[in-house]
């Protein structure tokens, strides 16, 4: 069978021979590269510098919690449990990481306000109105959270941030000065980590869409411990709950008939 032609500036595979990546050779070219560089460079098109690597790199690093108890995690564990395939498994949790109140849709609404906010402010609006008339329409994504306001992450980010040289940045500075305003308003609304990242991949150039791609896997490193715990015992022990656990004020407790 002979395939049929697919322009297409993404590369192509010369099988038996090379393989060009968005027009560098993959092996000849790319061999040494970093993951998260190809990765990357396979999102935007473009070769980060060192550094701004390592601040990519902790994104990912500094919220891979291997707890079962986060809803994605479990999804990976229930995976485990069920005794499913790690791709499947795996596959599941992170579809379910792109939650809407936590996960990745803030994030992607986070970085969408800071660069259109950001924008605005650079043409002379005041960021005080800015945010009175955000709030006015929805939400501001990427500022309180659950269970905790205080976001533990956040310090040990922006310290690698600052040993690179890249906590300065415009709109960094903008998501803090938000969450001034809007502590002021309520004090559980400190920065949660959506702002942050999406401050942080704002100022490295990434735009909405390039930081949706980048945030796919960034929990994911969380993901596999969970997984593999849960397939070491017995199957479906994860999470067992007793009838008598469960509040149930429906029908009462019924004859079963079978049809013949």
């Given at each position: 069978?002979?395939?049929?032609?697919?322009?297409?500036?993404?590369?192509?595979?010369?099988?038996?021979?090379?393989?060009?990546?968005?027009?560098?050779?993959?092996?000849?070219?790319?061999?040494?590269?970093?993951?998260?560089?190809?990765?990357?460079?396979?999102?935007?098109?473009?070769?980060?510098?060192?550094?701004?690597?390592?601040?990519?790199?902790?994104?990912?690093?500094?919220?891979?919690?291997?707890?079962?108890?986060?809803w994605n995690n479990r999804v990976a564990a229930l995976a485990g449990s069920a005794r499913s395939t790690p791709a499947l498994g795996i596959a599941a949790a992170l579809g379910m990481s792109e939650a809407t109140v936590y996960g990745g849709h803030p994030c992607v609404r986070a970085i969408d306000f800071?660069?259109?906010?950001?924008?605005?402010?650079?043409?002379?609006?005041?960021?005080?109105?800015?945010?009175?008339?955000?709030?006015?329409?929805?939400?501001?994504?990427?500022?309180?959270?659950?269970?905790?306001?205080?976001?533990?992450?956040?310090?040990?980010?922006?310290?690698?941030?600052?040993?690179?040289?890249?906590?300065?940045?415009?709109?960094?500075?903008?998501?803090?000065?938000?969450?001034?305003?809007?502590?002021?308003?309520?004090?559980?609304?400190?920065?949660?980590?959506?702002?942050?990242?999406?401050?942080?991949?704002?100022?490295?150039?990434?735009?909405?869409?390039?930081?949706?791609?980048?945030?796919?896997?960034?929990?994911?490193?969380?993901?596999?411990?969970?997984?593999?715990?849960?397939?070491?015992?017995?199957?479906?022990?994860?999470?067992?709950?007793?009838?008598?656990?469960?509040?149930?004020?429906?029908?009462?407790?019924?004859?079963?008939?079978?049809?013949?």
């Open positions: 069978m002979i395939a049929a032609p697919l322009p297409t500036r993404a590369g192509k595979a010369f099988v038996g021979t090379r393989a060009v990546f968005l027009g560098h050779d993959l092996h000849a070219d790319l061999r040494h590269a970093d993951w998260v560089e190809l990765y990357l460079l396979s999102i935007t098109g473009r070769r980060f510098a060192a550094n701004q690597l390592k601040l990519l790199h902790a994104m990912w690093v500094c919220t891979s919690y291997p707890d079962a108890r986060l800071l660069i259109a906010t950001q924008r605005r402010v650079a043409g002379g609006a005041v960021l005080a109105e800015l945010v009175e008339q955000e709030l006015a329409e929805r939400r501001i994504y990427g500022y309180g959270r659950p269970i905790h306001s205080t976001d533990e992450r956040l310090p040990w980010l922006l310290g690698i941030a600052r040993e690179h040289g890249l906590d300065g940045g415009p709109h960094v500075a903008l998501a803090h000065a938000v969450e001034v305003l809007l502590v002021a308003r309520d004090a559980r609304l400190k920065m949660n980590y959506a702002a942050l990242t999406a401050g942080l991949a704002a100022d490295l150039g990434l735009s909405v869409t390039e930081f949706h791609h980048f945030q796919v896997p960034m929990l994911l490193a969380g993901m596999t411990p969970c997984f593999i715990v849960a397939a070491e015992r017995p199957a479906g022990r994860l999470f067992p709950l007793s009838c008598d656990d469960i509040a149930y004020a429906g029908a009462p407790k019924r004859r079963w008939v079978q049809n013949r």
